[in-house]
């Protein structure tokens, strides 16, 4: 997948492409200033907006994790729920559907904590 950045560029060209001006006639309509403006809005929200996911470094067990994120607290990550699990709670390390992750990186991923509560 390339850069977004690198696509809004892409994207950016082509509509100047579209709408090119002569220097000496920049007399645009009303409505092409609108159109231009609004493309240059969007792109600019897109730049910023842009939701990208962070690659996980997955580990099968718990020390493997704990050796990776050594200022971060180890969380099991499920993947099916889409739900991050504390040490201290009920399906921690459960699941065929999971692996132990950073705590960080499972939140820079967009996954949610569970609300169930520790033991």
């Known amino acids: 997948m390339e850069n977004p950045v690198k696509q809004i560029v892409i994207v950016f060209r082509f509509v100047c492409g579209l709408f090119s001006f002569d220097r000496r006639a920049m007399t645009a309509s009303g409505r092409s200033k609108k159109t231009i403006a609004s493309l240059a809005t969007i792109m600019i929200v897109q730049l910023y907006a842009t ?69």
């Open 51 to 119: 939701d990208v996911a962070f690659p996980l470094a997955l580990f099968r067990y718990e020390d493997q994790a704990r050796r990776h994120c050594v200022a971060d607290t180890v969380v099991w990550l499920d993947f099916k729920k889409g739900k991050y699990y504390l040490s201290g709670q009920r399906l921690y390390g459960h699941g065929f559907h999971g692996s132990y992750v950073c705590f960080q990186e499972a939140r820079d991923s967009r996954y949610r904590r569970s609300l169930l509560g520790r033991r």
